[in-house]
């Protein structure tokens, strides 16, 4: 008996089977005779840490945002338009899966529905529906940039990037582009190209901090260490300016630190992160780590207590704290740390196996 995909039994479940199997293939996301095909769809799940789909600001603004509506013709567009408005997106997307339904040949409706799969976490079916749009329409450019985050959320950079393409060629003096251009190349580790869009996009746009922070690891990577740390310096500037408090610019300036054996830096950095945000498991773990090397044991343990209160499934920090209890002398909490880090251990390795089969 043949298992029905993830994606196509929740949505079976939500709006039965003929809705749901429009938006279950991922064949029906590729570029036509582009790429390969995927054997096993599966929707991808919602980003766990900021380098799987990175929801920045400026992509929020461009997905999220005032999520346009299909144009009101009847009852159920203007309850479409009216979760959409209240960002009830559950919602919005039963409302619209009907509507595709009784309207298949809507690309509008199409269009929306892909944003309203993306905001919940359904790369997948995000990438069939603007597909299925476009087909019937050209796409327009926020559609388009949806796709390419859909893209991404199903790990298909190389889909992704020719869309980007078409949108920076549209849109020269568009920062979020050459971003999104710069994390591509980064992300496929060509470093100089990366550095050189994230440049582009701090010319366009020099309050873009993301760009700063993403430009100071395309620095760090190519060996421009002064760089980097400008980078960062700015990152953090322009996010304590802006109020965001991001704890992303200090925590890898630190890095870089604890790489060039300047602990009393790196030190500083971490605790500017934490400063930031006092629940960022990150940058108590690494403060942990230095604070560690520095002869500071009984510090180093409350630190990496924190940090792993703040992240229980973290098997780094459990490792870590069965090193410094034991050095402390504390023989039993060393033996209790040691056998948690084995069971998350066991249980990440077991669920990898999992999802590679």
């Given amino acids: ?20 199997a429009r938006f279950a293939t991922a064949q029906d996301a590729a570029p036509p005779a582009a790429a390969p095909q995927i054997t096993a769809p599966q929707v991808a799940p919602a980003p766990a840490k900021e380098t799987a789909l990175p929801r920045d ?30 960002k009830e997106y559950e919602k919005a997307e039963t409302l619209l899966l009907q509507a595709a339904e009784a309207n298949p040949q809507s690309a ?13 976490g359904k790369p997948l079916n995000a990438a069939v529906a603007l597909k299925k749009a476009e ?60 550095a050189k869009g994230f440049e582009h996009a701090v010319e366009l746009e020099p309050g873009f901090a993301k760009a700063h922070d ?18 960062w310096e700015e990152a953090t500037r322009l996010n304590r300016e802006q109020g965001t408090k991001s704890p992303w610019p200090p925590l890898n300036l630190g890095l ?11 030190e500083a950095r971490f605790r500017e992160a934490i400063s930031a945000d006092p629940g960022f498991a990150p ?28 992240d229980p499934a973290s098997t780094e920090a459990q490792y870590a704290l069965a090193r410094v209890y034991r050095r402390a002398g504390d023989a039993p909490k060393a033996d209790r740390a040691l056998q948690r880090f084995e069971e998350l251990k066991k249980a990440k390795d077991q669920k990898t196996g999992r999802s590679s089969r």
């Fill in 108 to 120: 509008e409706v199409l269009r929306v529905l892909g944003g309203v799969f993306l905001v919940r």
């Fill in 283 to 310: 940058a108590h773990y690494q403060l942990g780590l230095v604070l560690e090397k520095t002869g500071r044991t009984k510090d180093a343990v409350r630190e990496l207590e924190e940090s792993a209160r703040l």
């Fill in 256 to 266: 870089m630190m604890t790489r060039l054996d300047r602990l009393d830096a790196a």
């Fill in 135 to 194: 087909a019937i329409a050209p796409l327009d450019e926020r559609s388009r940039f949806t796709l390419v985050m859909a893209y991404l959320g199903i790990g298909h950079r190389d889909w992704a990037r020719p869309e980007l393409a078409k949108l920076a060629e549209a849109a020269p003096a568009s920062a979020l582009y050459a971003y999104w251009t710069g994390r591509l190349d980064y992300d496929d580790q060509q470093f100089a190209a990366a």
């Fill in 1 to 20: 008996m043949r298992l029905m995909p993830i994606a196509a039994l929740a949505l079976t479940l939500a709006v039965g089977a003929p809705a749901a």
């Fill in 57 to 86: 600001r400026k992509q929020l603004e461009t997905v999220d945002g005032d999520m346009p509506a299909p144009r009101i013709v009847d009852e159920r567009t203007a309850r479409i338009a009216e979760a959409l408005h209240a």
């Fill in 214 to 231: 993403n430009l100071g690891l395309c620095y760090e990577a190519l060996g421009r260490f002064d760089e980097a740390q400008r980078s």
